[in-house]
């Protein structure tokens, strides 16, 4: 008869497990990217004879992961646009750095308030079998929506301990690849990085991971590109998973 299904290899000698949020908890990847291109594409039509932003290829190389305003400037240092930093209460717009984030902001805020955001199946099926063998997990996020989102997906319990991008800024934290987000998370799970892993689908979030010192780094491909497995592992993937299910296995008895 068969049981519940038991931990991969690479999982059972770690202690803690720290998730990334946005395309590894829940589908929400698509929907920052469709907000970065609305806001970038209005900063380069105000400074002509730019192509427009990719919500593929560029918002992996520049923004997945990262802080909003280190990855507004990331993409736009890109294309030769030094903008000034600019305030922290600057209005949306394409005048400054600031401005743009906050237009990103401003646009991911209203696709909210009019689609719900799912979770990825396979990553709460490991949610649940991590919990019922009593390992601790973490949500991290550079994102200030992770938490309101986790709770709209009703998988906030699963989770013993979230840093999100309001944390980061409370704490002051650098972004990724930074690693202070996940051994921050670690810290508040009582377990050290080494005993930690990291499950992270961003380029900038499996570098902080290796720079971390963590105990296992996987990386999620949901893209299946020709490139994209192996650039996380040259970012320090030990371990590349088109989903985190995959770290799962059936077993029998449990």
């Avoid at 903008?83 to 646009?107: F, H, I, S, W, Y």
């Avoid at 990291?198 to 979030?205: K, N």
Wanted: aromatic letters at 4%; a negative charge.
């Amino acid at each position: 008869m068969t049981g519940a299904p038991s931990l991969a290899a690479p999982l059972r000698s770690l202690r803690a497990v720290v998730f990334d949020t946005d395309g590894v908890i829940t589908d929400s990847a698509a929907v920052h990217a469709a907000a970065w291109k609305d806001a970038f594409d209005a900063a380069l039509s105000a400074a002509g004879g730019q192509r427009p932003f990719d919500p593929v290829d560029d918002y992996l190389r520049y923004v997945d992961g990262r802080a909003r305003e280190d990855g507004a400037a990331a993409f736009l240092r890109s294309r030769g646009l030094e903008l000034p930093l600019g305030e922290v209460d600057d209005a949306p717009g394409t005048a400054t750095v600031r401005a743009v984030a906050a237009r990103k902001d401003e646009l991911f805020t209203a696709r909210l308030r009019t689609r719900a955001i799912a979770t990825w199946p396979g990553t709460v099926r490991l949610l649940h079998a991590l919990r019922d063998r009593g390992v601790p997990c973490a949500a991290v996020s550079a994102s200030r929506h992770a938490t309101e989102l986790l709770s709209a997906a009703e998988v906030l319990g699963l989770f013993d301990a979230v840093v999100d991008g309001n944390e980061a800024r409370r704490l002051e934290l650098p972004g990724k690849p930074d690693p202070a987000l996940f051994v921050e998370a670690a810290r508040r799970l009582g377990v050290p990085p080494h005993d930690t892993a990291v499950v992270e689908d961003a380029l900038a979030g499996v570098e902080a991971g290796r720079r971390g010192g963590f105990g296992l780094v996987v990386g999620v491909d949901r893209t299946a590109g020709p490139h994209s497995a192996a650039a996380l592992r040259r970012r320090g993937a030990d371990v590349v998973v088109s989903d985190p299910g995959e770290l799962l296995r059936s077993g029998e008895g449990g």
